[in-house]
């Protein structure tokens, strides 16, 4: 797989040939986990972007190549192509690996679903949205900035607001407790459904099935 992957992407090649080849657009799906990169980040609350990515990756056992402006993937589900990337670039410069992605593959804007983590949402809790805004969130301010919408899919991941006034930032790049790691498992199970049930399933039907969950 991983030799595979290798040739397919042809890291060394700066051709804008596309990585998926359906002549059906609405077959393509790019799912942007947004995260900090480096180790000591891996297990942060902010990651979980990048943690969810991973799970469905390893879940599938696919292997992650370094590409342009992020680490990227291919999970093939029933005639969808969901191409996973984890953006390379600074967390509040998210945007630019998404265009970039999405104007590669050409992909849809409608096709695009990006994970993130969400302050406003009690831990674990899972919830699509089609629109809104950015939260406060410098990865989505900077992807909605890029696109110059606000109208694309977000699957946000709760992480609460466990933390004393003014210790926003050290809880976000803080790492999980005990009892949040015992319970993450099966929450980013449901989470890898939900992003196969967004391009299976469409939209609406995955926020009808998922949301609240």
Request: proline share 3%; charged share 25%; hydrophobic share 35%.
């Amino acid at each position: 797989m991983f030799a595979f992957l290798r040739k397919l992407l042809n890291l060394n090649n700066t051709s804008s040939a596309p990585l998926l080849t359906e002549q059906d657009t609405m077959k393509k799906f790019l799912v942007a986990g947004l995260g900090n990169i480096g180790p000591k980040y891996h297990n942060t609350r902010h990651n979980i972007g990048f943690k969810m990515l991973d799970f469905l990756a390893e879940e599938n056992n696919l292997s992650w190549e370094t590409a342009k402006l992020g680490d990227v993937t291919i999970h093939k589900k029933k005639g969808r192509s969901f191409l996973l990337l984890k953006p390379s670039t600074f967390m509040n410069l998210s945007g630019k690996a998404v265009q970039y992605w999405l104007d590669k593959e050409k992909i849809p804007l409608e096709n695009l679903l990006v994970v993130t983590d969400d302050l406003n949402l009690p831990f674990g809790s899972i919830r699509l949205k089609t629109k809104g805004s950015d939260g406060g969130h410098n990865g989505l301010k900077d992807i909605q900035h890029t696109l110059q919408t606000t109208k694309y899919a977000r699957f946000r991941f709760g992480i609460s607001d466990a933390f004393s006034k003014g210790r926003q930032v050290d809880y976000v790049l803080g790492e999980w407790t005990p009892e949040e790691e015992a319970k993450l498992g099966e929450r980013l199970e449901k989470g890898a459904r939900l992003i196969e049930s967004f391009g299976l399933a469409g939209v609406n039907n995955t926020m009808n099935t998922f949301n609240g969950t």
